[in-house]
């Protein structure tokens, strides 16, 4: 069985700090692209960042020069830095896990991070 589960969210004032974790469970984690997103209350979902099998990787406009991602294949798990918080960086951060070229492909439950004075 599957498991994609998120960590580390919760409460944080702006121009703070925070790391969210995803730990993967059930699946071959080497051959997969674990990417984080977000979504505030009232709006889509979008791209905060992605790690791929090579460790390559990519970030949504938002997160660059703020954000780092990094994995761990031995313990397979991914975490999202977050540096420099704003408000607008509210949301609940999901975790999902791509497998190229169709999948399957995994959705965490979500993470809460709420950046508030």
């Known amino acids: 069985q599957v498991q994609v589960v998120e960590s580390g969210g919760g409460l944080v004032q702006p121009g703070g700090s925070l790391s969210v974790s995803c730990t993967l469970s059930g699946l071959n984690f080497n051959i997969y692209n674990i990417y984080w997103y977000r979504q505030a209350p009232g709006q889509q979902r979008e791209l905060v960042a992605g790690?791929?099998?090579?460790?390559?990787?990519k970030f949504g406009e938002a997160a660059k020069g703020r954000f780092t991602i990094l994995r761990n294949n031995a313990e397979k798990w991914v975490t999202l830095q977050m540096n420099r918080l704003n408000t607008e960086d509210t949301g609940t951060y999901y975790c999902?896990?791509?497998?190229?070229?169709?999948?399957?492909?995994?959705w965490g439950e979500g993470v809460l991070v709420n950046v508030s004075s």
């Open positions: 790690i791929m099998t090579d460790a390559t990787t």
């Open positions: 999902w896990a791509e497998l190229l070229p169709i999948g399957p492909n995994y």
